[in-house]
């Protein structure tokens, strides 16, 4: 009984499914690429990890007022000083 990953009985109709099994068969029978990549090429990728991460960290920055309101509300916790620390002084 010898079946393929991409059998007619197995697999749900349609062209979709024939092109998601060529592209699953071209990544696991990749052959070696001869290709040269020079040292440009992973600094380019250092360059835009770095520049992922920091615009992550850009946009939480931005939004943490927001994102912290999300999780008290998510989690029940709130704020009992809403004053921020001020003294109150008559």
């Known amino acids: 009984m010898n079946?393929?990953?991409c059998s007619k009985r197995l697999t749900p109709p349609g062209r979709l499914?024939?092109?998601h099994?060529?592209?699953?068969y071209s990544l696991i029978?990749?052959?070696d690429a001869h290709a040269y990549l020079d040292p440009a090429t992973g600094s380019l990728l250092i360059q835009i990890?770095?520049?992922a991460?920091?615009?992550a960290s850009l946009t939480v920055k931005?939004?943490?007022?927001?994102?912290?309101?999300l999780f008290a509300r998510m989690f029940g916790v709130f704020r009992r000083d809403t004053n921020h620390?001020?003294?109150?002084?008559d």
């Open 85 to 89: 620390g001020e003294s109150e002084e």
């Open 53 to 55: 991460v920091l615009g």
């Open 17 to 19: 499914w024939s092109f």
């Open 62 to 69: 931005m939004w943490w007022f927001r994102v912290k309101e």
């Open 29 to 31: 029978a990749a052959r």
């Open 21 to 24: 099994c060529l592209a699953v």
């Open 49 to 51: 990890l770095v520049g």
């Open 3 to 5: 079946k393929s990953f």
